[in-house]
């Protein structure tokens, strides 16, 4: 039974480090007047009201996206995903926040498709809705491990992938490495961004041993922390795993990173991770 619910989540620090990236990625992507295909295996429904109750009640986006809003300044890959989430608001006061789907619907062209992946009915629902009457998107919902496995490759041969699961079930750390590694077999070339939560640090070590093995070349690690590690329950840092990501983003987090770190870290104990865990 799915109990996660992204709402309480919008506009965290997880979901900064996680849109910046995947902003600067598409950024690239778009630099190219050659179409890509976005899929987004866990999209949940694209669109948060950061008064609902939801929001209000773990008030988790106050240290994420409302801890930068008031920011002059920002480094250019924060401001460019800042500039997403003000579109997202009419380029008023901050009321609303982009999920994954939305972002990258912001910000492709018409013929770049996407294929969106929401297993728990109501998320489906309010998806649907969110974006319905477009025929350049394709929504399941089903399994988004599976869907993956089944798409690849895209016709357009270039593409990006985001797996963004909740981690509710164990096995995920898992699956979501099986699944990458074959979705890899099947589109070498696409590039793959994971996101991982820190709660248990043993078990994202497995995962970055378990993808340093698998032979796949090419992979990075971004990762933002609010907190040091800890035994208590919680997340207290989380960080994107990249595979093929374009040759600019390794130092435009290298610009974002420690500012993120620097404004949204917990009593002094903000931190970044920059890891190339594969060379080309
Ligand atoms: C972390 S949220 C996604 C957030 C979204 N990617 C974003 O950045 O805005 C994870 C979503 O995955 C959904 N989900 C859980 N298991 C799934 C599965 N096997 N296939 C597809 N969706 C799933 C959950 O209902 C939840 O809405």
Redesign the pocket.
């Known amino acids: 039974m ?1 109990s ?3 709402s309480y ?2 506009g965290n620090f997880a ?1 900064v480090l ?2 910046t990236v995947l902003t600067s990625i598409l950024d690239y992507l778009l630099q190219k007047d050659k179409a890509f295909c976005y899929l ?7 669109a948060y009201q950061l008064d609902s109750e939801q929001s209000l009640k773990t008030g988790e986006f106050n240290n994420g996206i409302a801890a930068l809003w008031e920011e002059a300044t920002l480094p250019v890959p924060v401001e460019r995903y800042m500039q997403q989430v003000k579109a997202f608001n009419g380029n008023g006061a901050l009321r609303a926040y982009p ?3 939305m972002i990258c619907n912001q910000m492709r062209r018409d013929d770049d498709r996407m294929f969106l ?4 009915p109501n ?1 489906f629902t309010n998806m649907r809705g969110n974006f319905s009457g477009d025929r350049s998107i394709k929504m399941s919902k ?4 599976q ?1 993956l496995i089944a798409n690849m490759p895209p016709k357009e041969r270039r593409g990006l992938v ?1 797996i ?3 981690y ?1 079930i164990k096995t995920e750390y898992d699956d979501v490495v099986d699944t990458l590694i074959a979705a890899h077999r099947r589109f070498a070339t696409g590039t793959y961004a994971l ?1 991982y939560p820190v709660v248990n640090r043993t078990l994202i070590s497995k995962m970055e041993r378990l993808l340093k093995a698998s032979g796949i070349k090419n992979i990075q690690l971004f990762e933002l922390g609010i907190e040091a590690d800890k035994e208590e329950r919680g997340m207290t840092s989380s960080g994107m795993i990249v595979v093929n990501p374009p040759w600019t983003l390794q130092k435009e987090m290298q610009h974002s990173l420690p500012f993120l770190a620097d404004k949204l870290g917990i009593n002094g104990q903000g931190y970044y991770r920059i890891d190339t865990l594969v060379a080309e």
């Open positions: 799915l996660y619910r992204h989540h919008a979901d996680k849109h987004d295996t866990h999209s949940g429904c694209g999920g994954s789907p992946f929401e297993l728990h998320e089903s399994d988004g491990l869907g985001l963004d699961p909740s509710e996101w």
